[in-house]
């Protein structure tokens, strides 16, 4: 992982797919979405609209707002389109550049397309390197031009655009949900474990697909389903059907969905984000209860949990930290002193709530410790006579291979450490995690399963040996040998 102001997990991509059936204004329904989403991707996105069968598209490094200038939502954008999909993006695979923004937008002998996907395919360094074999060219060094290749190539002998993404899904591995546009058709797509979230909503005729329901409600439209684990929606000018051949196996969905990556507004799979997180900060008081007088969380997901510690304990729930909202994402920290001051930039402790107090300081993760350890400092120097640090999801021991920017033990504080060792480390009085036990818990009206592998070591679906490093971004002199 790399350094950053705040060293902590990095949000999911998010996705978004609009079929306009009542002269909506696509392009404003997305821009909407897509802001919504924004906490999923803070590095680049882009849209792609659908005009009469011609798809032409934007996108850049940057946030919804940068990328989306007035000038490009009224002249370089098309204004009639009747379909369109969006794409927030945070690199977990691939580097961070303009070429690897999405969406993707393929012309080939059977049509155009255009795709957006959140997660990782596990099996993606085999098949980009089967496809490289026969000629394929790759612009990017993400999965999801893999995916696309994938698509295309089955496309070429598949009767329909449907056909060929259920055919794709025989040949992918892992984590993704696609929204996708042809000439003709909006289709999404999830992987038969249901990784990742995604969703359907309805405006009066027209059908919306997103990530999280929060982007249904920017835009007007009502929350129809979720799109099951494995099936494939197809939205065209007859309607919404469903194809359901991928269904019916065990599920796994990212429990860290409900603890940080979606908006509390969300509902994921049936269950409330904001009551999910509230359950993990109950059942953290039951398995780490401590004598305090204050319960606070750290902005923003670390808030709900910690009202749910407050009201499981008895303990008053108090307003420790002011965020600020206004540091954007490419705020440079020249120095080792403005690196060191990085979280104190990002995050004010309220002395009054404090000063002279026992405090139960809640935060939805620790990576590798730096960012807690300021925290608490922080929390120190204001004044608290005690910090108990507890943490609403158990402690990273091993990577993620779907999604999640966990890639290296080595980085993770937790391994081969005690909580007493960690607790010294970061400069808190006691420290407690939410046990696994009680993590899959969490979402209490979700009949999915989840995955929690980057706790346990124990993957749903077969995983890489290794970390697979693009061979495009890796110096001559790193290079394998060749004999």
């Known amino acids: 992982m790399s350094e950053c102001i705040f060293n902590k997990l990095h949000e999911e991509c998010g996705v978004f797919g609009i079929y306009d059936n009542d002269s909506l204004d696509v392009i404003a329904s997305t821009y909407s979405a897509l802001y919504a989403l924004q906490h999923r991707g803070q590095e680049s996105c882009g849209m792609a609209i659908n005009v009469d069968g011609v798809i032409t598209g934007h996108k850049d490094v940057g946030l919804v707002n940068e990328v989306f200038t007035p000038e490009v939502l009224t002249k370089i954008l098309p204004q009639n389109g009747k379909m369109a999909i969006g794409h927030v993006r945070y690199a977990t695979s691939g580097s961070r550049t ?87 058709k909006l289709l999404a797509a999830r992987d038969p474990r249901g990784f990742r979230p995604l969703c359907i909503g309805k405006l009066e005729n027209s059908y919306f697909f997103a990530s999280e329901s929060c982007a249904l409600d920017a835009c007007g439209a009502t929350f129809v389903r979720d799109v099951e684990p494995g099936e494939i929606v197809v939205c065209d000018k007859d309607g919404l059907r469903s194809i359901k051949d991928h269904c019916g196996g065990p599920t796994n969905m990212c429990v860290f969905e409900y603890i940080y990556f979606a908006r509390p507004d969300s509902v994921i799979d049936g269950s409330s984000v904001h009551t999910a997180r509230q359950r993990a900060g109950a059942f953290l008081a039951l398995e780490h209860p401590v004598q305090a007088d204050v319960v606070i969380g750290v902005p923003d997901s670390g808030l709900d949990a910690a009202l749910g510690y407050a009201h499981q304990s008895g303990i008053p729930y108090g307003v420790g930290f002011i965020k ?63 910090v108990h640090f507890r943490v609403s999801c158990p402690p990273f021991l091993h990577p993620c291979y779907f999604g999640t920017d966990i890639d290296s033990r080595e980085n993770l504080i937790a391994v081969n450490r005690t909580n007493e060792e960690i607790a010294e480390i970061i400069g808190a009085d006691t420290l407690g995690y939410l046990s696994v036990d009680n993590v899959v818990k969490l979402a209490d009206r979700s009949t999915c399963g989840f995955c929690t592998g980057c706790f346990t070591g124990e993957y749903p679906v077969e995983v890489p040996s290794e970390k697979v490093v693009d061979k495009f971004s890796r110096p001559l002199s790193e290079s394998p040998k060749k004999k």
Do not use: W
């Open 98 to 184: 303009r070429h690897n923004a999405q969406p993707l937008v393929v012309k080939h002998c059977k049509g155009a397309m255009a795709l957006a996907h959140n997660g990782n395919l596990t099996n993606a360094a085999q098949l980009r390197e089967e496809l490289e074999l026969t000629g394929a060219i790759f612009h990017t060094s993400s999965d999801t031009e893999v995916i696309s290749y994938t698509i295309t190539k089955e496309r070429l002998t598949a009767p329909s655009i449907e056909v060929a993404v259920s055919r794709t899904m025989d040949i992918i591995k892992g984590a993704y949900s696609l929204v996708i546009t042809s000439p003709t």
């Open 324 to 386: 600020n909202k206004y540091i954007g994402r490419t705020f440079i920290q020249g120095s080792q002193k403005q690196r060191e001051n990085s979280v104190r930039i990002k995050l004010n402790p309220i002395s009054a709530t404090v000063t002279g107090k026992r405090v139960i300081l809640i935060d939805d993760s620790i990576v590798r410790g730096t960012t807690s350890a300021r925290i608490v400092r922080l929390l120190r120097e204001a004044g608290a006579k005690e």
